[in-house]
């Protein structure tokens, strides 16, 4: 067995998948190439935490790494950077913004906390113009809503309280009927998108993802839904068979069964 450091190891082998003897796949990647494989992987860890499961978590938490070190192989033979130079970035990153750690300040909070890593943060970033720069523009929408409206908070542009931001959710639900009703496609969009963003703001206010407050309900629909086509299995019939209402029955049995679980 090789007793040589795993995460050693882990750079060699992603060098020799690259190699003139290596893999023929691994060298026709790039850095754009594999950004797909690098978002998938996030997500796969992502449901490896939902799931519960240590085991998935801990493998896909290692195909995670092994994006990084890919990533940082390919930037080493174009002598951009090394996977060391990745690490000692975010080490410096961390000690510099975490000065009641490592150095003399204190806070009382977590909110002091967040204010004072944005503070440093745009120090370090002193060249950009705008508080909103340096957010993903690929983050999902949802992911995206809530940074926008945590960066702009951190200048003090928000809501007072929680019931402000409700108070503009139920705006934005009655200006979401109207264009419904004026059958306006791009009216409609548009105030459903407000209506999202106003529900992101209200859970950022009790500090709630919207992604996984939607992918909870997702999920809990998906297993509603699946019971729906069990008990269809069961009785030998297709749900295109099923009337609405059958399909209506199982659905609130399924609501019990969940409930007693």
Not at 21 to 50: H, M, R, T
Not at 202 to 231: C, H, T
Request: with cysteine; net charge negative.
């Amino acid at each position: 067995m090789d007793e040589k450091n795993p995460l050693i190891r882990l750079k060699e082998i992603a060098a020799i998948l690259r190699s003139e003897n290596g893999c023929p796949w691994d060298k026709e990647q790039n850095f754009n190439s594999l950004k797909p494989y690098l978002i998938e992987e996030a997500y796969e860890v992502i449901d490896s935490i939902d799931s519960g499961n240590i085991d998935d978590f801990k493998e896909e938490l290692g195909d995670l790494l092994y994006q990084i070190y890919a990533h940082s192989q390919i930037a080493s033979e174009q002598s951009l950077f090394t996977v060391e130079d990745v690490a000692q970035g975010i080490v410096e990153k961390l000690i510099r913004r975490h000065p009641h750690v490592f150095g003399e300040e204190s806070f009382n909070n977590s909110k002091e906390v967040k204010d004072r890593w944005e503070a440093i943060k745009k120090t370090e970033k002193s060249k950009k113009r705008s508080v909103l720069e340096g957010i993903p523009r690929n983050l999902p929408a949802l992911t995206m809503a809530y940074r926008v409206q945590e960066k702009v908070s951190h200048v003090g542009f928000d809501w007072e309280k929680i019931d402000d931001a409700i108070t503009k959710l139920e705006e934005e639900l009655l200006e979401f009927k109207d264009a419904a009703s004026s059958k306006n496609k791009e009216a409609l969009k548009e105030e459903a998108g407000d209506i999202l963003f106003s529900i992101v703001n209200v859970l950022r206010f009790q500090g709630i993802d919207p992604e996984d407050a939607l992918r909870q309900s997702v999920n809990k629909f998906m297993r509603r839904f699946s019971y729906i086509e069990n008990k269809s299995h069961e009785e030998n019939k297709t749900l295109s068979e099923m009337s609405l209402q059958e399909m209506d029955r199982l659905w609130e049995e399924s609501k019990n069964i969940s409930d007693e679980k």
